[in-house]
């Protein structure tokens, strides 16, 4: 006979998960509602609110090589929203993939529509200061993924390190692209699981002195 306490445990889950493909649905509706009106509007200036005074960020910029990342300190000027910080976070990683002698190299210099925010709940079921990003990735940037499960994955724990590294609230990140769940990135690093910051490689190596002064 199955317990009680498994009964409660299983509806709750049940009721998590439910939530959860809400919230997903509502991600999508609201990317292909944006999608469609810049289709359709005519072209005009893009501003992401008044921006606060350079700040020092931690970049965790991956190598192929090794299958290691190495922190990189840049001076950019970051956003006072949440989310429009989060986002130029990456957008600055994914540029850095773009450089000349890039030791992650792709052909795109930037990739993320939108980053949204979830609370995550602590034992209790109180909501904690804790957050998971959803990293709302482009069609463009999963097309311009090397395929592999070293360079799918070591893209994806970057995003995570470099988000976790200068928003210290944010400890889980789970990825959708162009606002819809997808089974992997380029065809191996699976998108389905919400990762971890503990999952980011620790003991990153410190850039040089020319990249920490790069703009």
């Excluded at 990456?90 to 925010?117: K, Q, R």
């Excluded at 089974?183 to 003991?203: F, K, M, N, Q, V």
Aim: net charge negative; glycine share 6%.
């Amino acid at each position: 006979m199955i317990a009680r306490w498994h009964k409660v445990l299983f509806l709750l889950m049940l009721v998590a998960c439910v939530i959860m493909a809400a919230f997903l649905i509502r991600l999508r509706n609201r990317a292909q509602d944006r999608l469609h009106a810049e289709a359709t509007a005519a072209p005009a200036e893009i501003t992401e609110g008044p921006a606060a005074a350079p700040h020092t960020v931690t970049l965790y910029v991956p190598n192929d090589l090794d299958a290691s990342m190495t922190t990189v300190q840049r001076n950019i000027a970051l956003p006072n929203d949440d989310n429009a910080k989060a986002r130029a976070l990456l957008d600055n990683l994914i540029a850095s993939f773009h450089a000349d002698g890039s030791t992650h190299p792709m052909s795109i210099a930037s990739g993320v529509n939108e980053v949204y925010f979830l609370p995550v709940r602590a034992a209790a079921g109180q909501i904690g200061r804790d957050k998971i990003a959803v990293v709302d990735l482009s069609g463009a940037l999963a097309a311009a993924q090397p395929s592999g499960i070293e360079p799918e994955t070591l893209t994806l724990l970057a995003m995570l390190a470099t988000l976790h590294a200068n928003m210290a609230s944010i400890t889980q990140v789970h990825f959708l692209v162009d606002g819809q769940p997808r089974e992997t990135l380029a065809g191996h690093a699976d998108l389905t699981r919400t990762y971890l910051a503990s999952e980011a490689i620790p003991e990153a190596r410190s850039g040089s002195a020319a990249d920490q002064g790069a703009q």
